[in-house]
């Protein structure tokens, strides 16, 4: 994440160029600390209800309280490896 980080904020980025990077949920602190805030952090996933306690699982307002302002939903690895159907992806849409 250090050597992303030093290569796109030493980079010449059009000012039109909106980029939003995706990291394990470990690390999203770690990243928001490295990049500008001109640069987006993303989770890879995230809970099906906007908050509370389900134990293992990232909700939204987790995600928004360490500085990830998107999160990737129904990727195809996790459609495949967790069976997730639509009506998930949809759920967990709605609380993003």
């Known amino acids: 994440?250090?050597?992303?980080?030093?290569?796109?904020?030493?980079?010449?980025?059009?000012?039109?160029?909106?980029?939003?990077?995706?990291?394990?949920?470990?690390?999203i602190s770690y990243a928001r600390e490295l990049f500008p805030a001109k640069f987006n952090i993303s989770a890879q996933n995230c809970y099906?209800?906007?908050?509370?306690?389900?134990?293992?699982?990232?909700?939204?307002?987790?995600?928004?309280d360490v500085g990830a302002g998107w999160v990737i939903l129904g990727h195809s690895e996790r459609r495949h490896v967790f069976n997730e159907p639509d009506e998930l992806i949809a759920d967990k849409a709605a609380h993003a």
Do not use: H, R
């Open 1 to 27: 994440i250090a050597e992303i980080a030093k290569n796109l904020t030493g980079a010449t980025l059009d000012d039109n160029t909106e980029i939003v990077l995706g990291c394990p949920f470990i690390y």
């Open 48 to 64: 099906k209800v906007q908050k509370g306690a389900f134990t293992g699982e990232v909700s939204p307002a987790m995600l928004k």
